[in-house]
C-alpha cells in the first residue's frame, strides 16, 4: 500500500532528509585520496547520531555497517573496509538517517581526485539521468514515467540501467510502496498523488547492464567489472511537481 502522508509526518520527513543532505555536505571534506571506507563509515555515524538520528541502514535486514560505501564498479551496498580511497576511484555514498521514526535517503558519487574522462562522463550523466527522472513528478503523473524518462536518458548516453535495484517509497519504513524502478513504460504502474514520499535512485553502469553480489552477501557489483554510480534523492510529490527533502 502506498502511504500518503500527513502534515506532522512531512515536517519530520524533511527533518530526516536535512539530516541526510548534511551528514553528505560534512563527509565531502573527507572523501580524499588515503581515507578508508571504514573512517567515512565512522565520521558518518558519529554525525548522524550528533543530529539526533540514528543511521537508517545499520542493522535494516542485517546491514553491519551504518552507510553503504561503493568503489569503481561496485553498483550499492558497498561494505565500509579497510580500502584506502585513491586517485582515480569513484564513490558511491549511500546515506540514510532515521529522525522520530521517519527517514530519508540520499546516495551521491564523489569523484577522488583526478578521474578518467569516461568515469567523469558516467557521473555527469547518472546525475542528470536523476533529475531527468525528477522531472516527471507530479501529482497525476505515473511511477512508470520516471523510470521511462531515466531509461531514455541513459540509453540516449550509452550507458546501462542497472534492473535488480529500483528506488522505493520512504516514511515509517526506509523501503515502502511503490517500487520505483529505473525503466519502464509511460502511464503504466502507480498513479503520482500528493503527499507521497518517494526514492527516486538511478544506477547506470559504463559497461553491461549485468550485475553480481560478492561472496559478502551484501555488495553489488557490475559482471564486466565496468565502472557504475548512483545517485538518489528522497523527494515529497506535490500537485505540481516536488520537494527534495534529502538536498538544500
Ligand atoms: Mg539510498
Ligand atoms: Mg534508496
Redesign the pocket.
Known sequence: MISIKSQREIELLKKAGNIVYKTHQYLKQYIKPGITTNELNELAEKYIISLGATPSFKGFEGYPAAICTSVNDEVVHGLPSNYKLKNGDIIGI?I?ACYKGYHG???WTYAIGEISAEKAYLLEHTKQALFEGLSQVREGNYIGDIGNAIEQYATKHKLSVVRELVGHGVGTSIHEDPDVPNYGRPKTGPRLKEGMVI?I?PMLNLGTRRVAILDNKWTIVTQDGSPSAHF?HTILVTKNGYIVLTGE
Open positions: 549511500d540514510g535517503d540520499s546516495a526514492a535512485e538518489e
